[in-house]
């Protein structure tokens, strides 16, 4: 298997199986929002299509940010601390981010399309090696100052070649990650500390979260893989 790392700037080249990867928060949020009970997250790459499709569907909930922040008109914003929180039974989601969907959005000519984090680690790297795909590539969405989203490329890697790395110098990095930092400080309370403690919790969940189309746009929906 071949495995290649490509970026925000350059995704859109990806081919075969390719896995966007968003750590902090977006794909770690949205694994946490299907445990509370989500249906589904349509998602998508700006404020104004997120809020254009809550018009279109008034009982969806709208999650994601701009800055890190919710922006106005919003439900949530992209917290697993928030999102745990809720019950979302049978509800439907529209996520907006400014890496993760970014992503998702860009990857255009990709094959098999999912979306990672360390919470569905082992679930993800099932899921794509039941596939057999010969090339295999990994969207890092964190800009150059992030290093979370290629510490968990990198522990995706070592997975996908059979090896059982130690999970403890990944999750550091996580940690010592650029936007870890406002999560942090005492002074920043609208980013919990607590988020990247729900981050960091390798396998916490046992579903991949492939990207389907549905009338047109990308649409998450958990997926056990086959055992």
């Given amino acids: 298997m071949k495995i290649n790392y490509t970026n925000l700037e350059n995704c859109a080249d990806a081919r075969g199986t ?9 794909f770690s949020t949205a694994a946490y929002a299907f445990e509370a009970g989500a249906e589904s997250i349509s998602l998508v790459s700006s404020v ?19 800055g890190g922040l919710p922006p106005q008109g919003f439900d949530f914003g992209n917290s697993p601390t928030q999102i745990r929180a809720q019950k979302l039974a049978g509800r439907h989601l529209i996520q907006r981010t400014s890496a993760g969907t970014q992503g998702v959005a860009r990857s255009l000519n990709a094959d098999v399309l999912l979306v990672a984090s360390f919470v569905i680690a082992s679930a993800t790297v099932q899921y794509v090696l039941q596939r057999a795909p010969q090339q295999v590539g990994f969207v890092i969405t964190g800009g150059e100052k992030n290093e979370e989203d290629l510490a968990c490329a990198e522990y995706l890697e070592a997975l ?26 005492p002074t920043q309370p609208e980013f919990p500390e607590e988020d990247v403690d729900f981050c960091t919790r390798i396998d916490a969940f046992h579903f991949a979260l492939p990207v389907r189309r549905e009338d047109g746009r990308p649409v998450l929906r958990p997926v056990l893989p086959a055992m």
């Fill in 18 to 26: 390719v896995i966007v990867i968003d750590v902090l928060r977006a």
């Fill in 160 to 185: 996908f070649q059979g090896r059982a790395p130690d999970p403890q110098p990944f999750i550091l990095r996580v940690y010592e990650s650029y936007d870890a930092i406002r999560h942090l400080d």
């Fill in 48 to 66: 104004e299509e997120a809020l254009s499709l809550r018009q279109q569907h008034p009982n969806w909930l709208v999650m994601g940010e701009v």
